[in-house]
């Protein structure tokens, strides 16, 4: 049996399986050190009270053949799609577009079979690794990963690409931390429009967002619904990252460029590749968009960004530019040299490499405040004791 021919394209050493074996390095040299993690994105703090009983209802129908359900629309819950219209989107998307699924990540890979492999991909650089792997395995070799850098406000210039088919764009952005502007915004859908181009929107951190000129749906610009997918999920909003539960937007004025429907085309990929979100997750989501949810969803991310202005309060006195942490709890350094094994070493903390997302990402750590309250305070105390210590030095 022949290997697909596409797995040798990918990145061998896989951004956490190459920190994983640094740190087991690390552990067998200092076997006592009492390692921080602030390194991957998984959430660390329980589901909210109310959330978790619409969780533990639906285990309870499920128990009695009256409340029962098998499968369901594999298009998901249309309580939960007509309360996500509203929620996230203000009903300018309607149900219909909305689709339940197990994840953002599942999504974007699920994508890649609407457009092909001959299809030619822009992605930002750095980059949340799943859009160019995904496209990889797909077998697409026109990938162009434009920098996206403090220089240019982590907005690339796209005006440079002259074809393009697909334009994957994470705001608030993993890893950088920094949500795009509507001004920005407009200029990404405008250049998307120009080369009769799909954007892939990854709106997974929107619900992080507290500044309210910043958009939180691409759908919040003009004829976006003419050129944009969007995907995202509730894995960081209420602890779901291992309940599971996301969603994709595709509109049903999307079309290819011989006018089909997009939207038909998603249906089917759905129908076949997928068998709708688990029923209890989705009852999870319906009781997260109550008005007892939304206020638990925005008391957990307040939590994480606090978690994320601590660890910068203590970093920045090392005098480093410090981006991104306003609008997602990631930071984003820039040490101007790798400085993960330093961090490792010198504070027991562990950071992520900015190089793993790409090479603009080098020479940059990212922090990540979806710890424990008790880590971070940890980790700053850490810093700031070790920051005291230099400048009593000099
Ligand atoms: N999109 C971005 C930008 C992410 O950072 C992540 C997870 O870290 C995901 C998607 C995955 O979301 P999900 O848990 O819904 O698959």
């Not at 797995?7 to 956490?16: D, P, T």
């Not at 109310?50 to 533990?56: E, F, Q």
């Not at 990854?202 to 003009?222: K, N, Q, T, V």
């Amino acid at each position: 049996m022949r290997r697909n021919d596409n797995f040798a394209r990918l990145n061998k050493n896989y951004l956490f399986t190459e920190i994983e074996k640094r740190v087991a390095a690390f552990k067998a040299k200092e076997p006592s050190a009492k390692l921080i993690s602030l390194s991957v994105g998984d959430t660390s703090q329980s589901i909210p009270p109310s959330i978790a009983k619409g969780l533990v209802q639906k285990i309870t129908d499920l128990q009695v053949n009256e409340t029962y359900s098998g499968y369901g629309p594999s298009q998901g819950d249309r309580a939960l799609r007509e309360k996500i219209a509203e929620a996230f989107y203000e009903n300018k998307i309607s149900a219909d577009e909305i689709f339940i699924s197990d994840g953002a990540k599942c999504d974007i890979g699920r994508l890649q079979l609407l457009f092909g492999e001959k299809s030619k991909i822009v992605l930002q650089n750095p980059t949340y690794p799943v859009y160019l792997d995904s496209s990889l395995l797909m077998g697409q070799t026109e990938i162009s990963a434009l920098p996206a850098l403090p220089d240019n406000g982590f907005f690339p210039e796209f005006g440079k690409v002259k074809e393009v088919d697909l334009i994957y764009f994470c705001s608030p952005n993993n890893p950088t931390g920094v949500a795009a502007t509507k001004e920005q915004l407009k200029e990404l859908v405008s250049f998307a429009k120009s080369r009769c181009a799909v954007i892939i929107f990854d709106s997974a951190y929107a619900g992080f967002i507290r500044d309210p000129s910043l958009p939180r749906s691409i759908y919040e610009i003009e004829g976006a619904e003419e050129c944009a997918i969007e995907v995202s999920s509730f894995s960081k909003l209420i602890g779901f990252t291992g309940v599971r539960l996301g969603w994709s937007v595709v509109p049903k004025a999307l079309k290819y460029e011989n006018g089909l429907s997009v939207h038909d085309d998603w249906q089917r990929v759905m129908a076949t590749f997928f068998n709708g979100a688990s029923n209890i997750a989705q009852a999870g989501g319906v009781a997260a968009l109550t008005p007892e949810g939304v206020e638990e969803m925005r008391g957990l991310t307040d939590y994480y960004l606090e978690n994320v202005r601590l660890l910068r309060g203590a970093l920045q006195p090392m005098g480093y530019p410090i981006y991104g942490g306003e609008a997602a709890p990631y930071l984003w350094v820039d040490f101007g040299e790798e400085r993960f094994q330093e961090f490792l070493e010198r504070y027991h903390i562990l950071t992520t490499p900015g190089s793993g997302f790409g090479s603009a990402g080098k020479g940059f750590l990212r922090f990540s405040g979806f710890g424990s309250r008790e880590d971070i305070l940890e980790a700053t105390r850490r810093l700031k004791r070790e920051v005291s210590y230099q400048n009593s030095d000099r």
